[in-house]
């Protein structure tokens, strides 16, 4: 594991190289919110391939990338992203890649996809946030995302994250086997607390990715994944999760396939949303699947 960084536009993007680098990359990959790269290397390491992981903008050791107060959609991300492939990609491969993603890392990268039919030759997406037209329209309405900050659980409790901590080592206590990482084996956790916290002038250590930044993107919901979708790759694959508080529906799972046909859409109603995070062999073979495939 190998940490770089590349400029774009207005700051500089923080990303980190899996296996060997003297290989040309084959996998590109972008986290979940309130994530980071080094979250998921318990998944790209193990691939024996040459993969890139970013940390989006405001996450990790891209946090100093400037963050607008007030953003309706991700399309700053896919911007990011599109920047990424078009700037620096050709450096490190002289073919297309995979792209890959979690959550709205997954949304992301399918927004991105458009600009990159002839960068991209597989797609695969862990649960990609995938709502309703209505929930989606209530970002662009006036007060509509102050409304979802204060209404919809998970950004509501995003803004209200603990986000000091007296060591890397009290941040493990507090979430170890609590909320969102019950399950998740205690090196995953630490890879997240490894690039999720840093240290400040006080001694003290915080989250990279400020809870008032991790709120606001997801109280961003109007962008259209579905318009984006019909340019993904045949060699795609959706794994959508249940869990307590899914992130799809039956219709919105239904309008991706309608999207792109040919692509592999999948719903699992036993596996929660971070499953990725917990069942980290199983999100490896689904990368497997889809890199052998090109």
């Excluded at 590349?6 to 003297?22: E, I, V």
């Excluded at 990959?29 to 790269?37: I, M, R, S, T, Y």
């Excluded at 318990?42 to 050791?61: K, N, T, W, Y």
């Excluded at 991300?77 to 492939?85: G, N, T």
Aim: a positive charge; one cysteine or more.
């Amino acid at each position: 594991m190998k940490r770089q960084t590349y400029p774009l536009r207005d700051g500089d993007l923080s990303a980190l190289h899996f296996g060997d680098m003297s290989e040309p990359v084959r996998l590109v990959f972008l986290h979940a919110n309130g994530f980071n790269a080094e979250s998921y290397r318990a998944v790209l390491e193990p691939l024996g391939v040459h993969s890139v992981a970013f940390d989006m903008r405001g996450h990790g050791q891209s946090r100093d990338m400037p963050q607008p107060s007030d953003i309706p959609n991700w399309h700053i991300f896919r911007d990011d992203c599109v920047e990424f492939f078009e700037r620096h990609l050709p450096a490190l491969t002289d073919g297309s890649v995979v792209l890959a993603g979690h959550s709205f890392g997954a949304v992301s990268a399918i927004l991105a996809a458009p600009k990159l039919t002839d960068k991209i030759n597989g797609y695969v997406g862990f649960d990609p946030v995938s709502v309703p037209f209505l929930f989606r329209l209530t970002s662009a309405l006036p007060g509509g995302r102050t409304y979802m900050k204060k209404r919809v659980p998970i950004a509501r409790n995003a803004g209200r994250r603990k986000s000091v901590f007296d060591s890397p080592n009290a941040a493990f206590e507090r979430w170890q086997g609590r909320g969102a990482f019950k399950g998740m084996a205690d090196d995953v956790l630490r890879d997240y607390i490894s690039g999720g916290l840093v240290k400040r002038d006080d001694g003290k250590w915080e989250l990279a990715c400020r809870p008032k930044w991790e709120q606001a993107i997801f109280a961003a919901q109007w962008h259209n994944l579905f318009k984006a979708a019909r340019e993904l790759p045949d060699n795609s694959k959706f794994i959508y999760a249940g869990g307590r508080a899914p992130v799809s529906t039956p219709g919105t799972r239904r309008a991706v396939q309608k999207a792109q046909p040919n692509i592999q859409v999948s719903f699992d109603p036993k596996l929660g949303h971070l499953f990725p995070l917990i069942q980290t062999e199983f999100a490896a073979d689904a990368l497997r699947e889809v890199l052998a495939a090109v």
